[in-house]
């Protein structure tokens, strides 16, 4: 980092819901129980030291690993990873 340039951490988040709450700065009746980890994430945002971009399920390749996803995108995923299969190793 050069003395007096900083940029805020980039993160992706593939969840409008929680994309949209962390840089909306009203709060709603729904939001006051909102764990307090999301909180933080929402203050830190806030004052510019995190930055929140959404990305789709295309480009998020561990999705493979914890959502149902068609299998065309599955595949692509498994294969960007390195990920082969049994019949590819015998």
Known sequence: MVDGIERPLKIYCDNNSAVFYSNNNRSTTKSKFIDIKFLVV????????????????????????????????????????????????V
């Open 42 to 89: 929402k203050e830190r945002v806030q004052n510019r030291q995190i930055s929140i971009e959404h990305i789709g399920t295309d480009s998020m390749l561990t999705d493979s690993l914890t959502k149902g996803l068609v299998p065309r995108v599955f595949h692509e995923h498994t294969a960007h990873m390195g990920v082969v299969t049994i019949n590819t190793i």
